[in-house]
Nanobody
Framework: QVQLVESGGGLVQAGGSLRLSCAAS????????LAWFRQAPGKEREYVTS????????HYTDSVAGRFTISRDDAKNTVSLQMDGLKPEDTAVYYC????????????????????WGRGTQVTVSS
């Protein structure tokens, strides 16, 4: 059974940091990119960042580039998202997702690309 399980959300003040983790199990991920999406209240789910399991290339949406860092741990089959310099507009439910890796390293994955979703973890940034 394929599972993506997020952890690490919470409440933080603006300018603070949080680290999210996603434990990926149930299949081999070498053909996949693991990604983070987020969904704020009343808004559509949006792509945040991704990492290709094979090769480790990363990509970020413009709004988080330079503040967020995605990484993977092959031995533990986990993907982490280090979020620094958090802003109130980063408040959302963050979802771990897996999609077949795109050819381009600069592809913004869409929700329709995703084969597997985690249940999400809440991140709240207070001003």
């Amino acid at each position: 059974q394929v599972q993506l399980v997020e952890s690490g959300g919470g409440l933080v003040q603006a300018g603070g940091s949080l680290r999210l983790s996603c434990a990926a199990s149930g299949r081999t991920w070498s053909s996949y990119a693991l990604a983070w999406f987020r969904q704020a209240p009343g808004k559509e789910r949006e792509y945040v960042t991704s990492i290709k399991w094979s090769g480790g290339s990363t990509h970020y949406t413009d709004s988080v580039a330079g503040r967020f860092t995605i990484s993977r741990d092959d031995a533990k089959n986990t993907v982490s998202l280090q979020m620094d310099g958090l802003k109130p507009e980063d408040t959302a439910v963050y979802y771990c997702a897996a999609a077949l890796a795109a050819y381009s390293d600069y592809y913004n994955y869409r929700s329709d690309d995703v084969d597997y979703w985690g249940r999400g973890t809440q991140v709240t940034v207070s001003s």
